[in-house]
């Protein structure tokens, strides 16, 4: 399986000449998820959701299918008939040929005061690789590669060092992190690696590992 970072929180994935993309959103390439054969969107902020990046490869290529959760589903659903798929947590579907299961419920507390929206994460084939989305959800089988999100206004660095000890990957690579510095990068890196108890890595975007 190849993976192929993009900015912020999106990723492809590349497998047996079909491809996965993860979290095309307002931060991404404009073309983050063009020619892609299934698009999965974790949430419906606007960092992980552009609907015009959505449309975009929707329209690209026909066969296209989407899977989201409700609050995203209802926004495109009618411009795709058929093409748009719901989903929850304990979902399991086949999407652009990776098995794929629906971890999680809601969105990590951003302030009390904020309303929490849903969120869910994607395990890709038995767990070769997790993509929390915005949250810091364990699921419930070993992780190969864990999309580990770094920096964002929900997070704190204690927190994604805890995650990455609970989730016990093999790799973790670096995602949500749009955000973050490169002044603040390698003190990230230098404590994720340190503390983390994985092989911790970062792409930057447009460049791919084999996972």
Known sequence: ???TKKSHACVRLEKDGRTLVIDPGGFSERDAAVGADAVLVTHEHPDHFDEGRLRTAL?????????????????????????VHTVGHG?????????????????????PD??????????????????????LT???RPVET??????????KLAEVIEYVREVRPQR??????????????PIYDGHVGRLGGTDHQRLDPGASAEV
């Open 114 to 135: 904020l309303p929490r929206v849903t969120n869910v994460g994607y395990l890709l084939d038995g767990g070769r690789v997790f993509h929390p989305g915005d949250a």
């Open 146 to 155: 864990l999309l580990l999100p770094v920096m964002a206004p929900w997070n």
């Open 1 to 3: 399986m190849k993976l």
């Open 172 to 185: 973790a690579y670096d995602v949500h992190d749009a955000l973050l510095t490169d002044l603040a990068r």
């Open 59 to 83: 329209e690209a290529n026909p066969a296209a299918e989407l899977w989201t959760l409700r609050s995203v589903a209802e926004q495109v659903s009618a411009a795709f008939p058929g093409r």
């Open 91 to 111: 979902d399991t579907f086949t999407a652009a040929g990776f098995d794929v299961q629906v971890h999680g419920e809601l969105h990590a507390v951003i302030h």
């Open 138 to 140: 364990l699921p419930d």
